[in-house]
Nanobody, 125 residues
Framework: VQLQASGGGLVQVGGSLRLSCAAS????????VSWFRQAPGKEREFVAF????????TYADSVKGRFTASRDNAKNSVYLALNNVKAEDTARYYC???????????????????WGQGTQVTVSS
């Protein structure tokens, strides 16, 4: 499966943004999907997970209550809504998918076989 992330951009502190991840080349509903992010000089970190049917979802503590993951399998797409963004949310955001990943490993970026190219989110104050 091929993934294409989009929707990033420049947003002010407290603002909102919606990221999209479009999939092609596979039966998307079979894939579990996570969002990760990586800031310059930092390791890639887990942001959110969404299961095949859209539930359950899991979030990193740093984004819980502010970010929401969703998906539309009919459109082969996954979304990440960023609300009340903070300066520390500045990073390149990646979607990742895998059909065999187990729940206990969903936060581990090394367990995902398929990655989008990423989309940059910059939060300005």
């Amino acid at each position: 499966v091929q993934l294409q992330a989009s929707g990033g951009g420049l947003v002010q502190v407290g603002g909102s943004l919606r990221l999209s991840c479009a999939a092609s080349g596979g039966t998307f509903r079979n894939y579990r999907v996570s969002w990760f992010r990586q800031a310059p000089g930092k390791e890639r970190e887990f942001v959110a997970f969404i299961d095949r049917s859209g539930t359950p979802t899991t979030y990193a503590d740093s984004v819980k209550g502010r970010f929401t993951a969703s998906r539309d399998n009919a459109k082969n797409s996954v979304y990440l809504a960023l609300n009340n963004v903070k300066a520390e949310d500045t990073a390149r955001y990646y979607c990742a998918a895998d059909s065999h990943i187990i729940s206990s490993q969903k936060r581990n970026f090394q367990q995902y076989d398929y990655w989008g190219q990423g989309t940059q989110v910059t939060v300005s104050s």
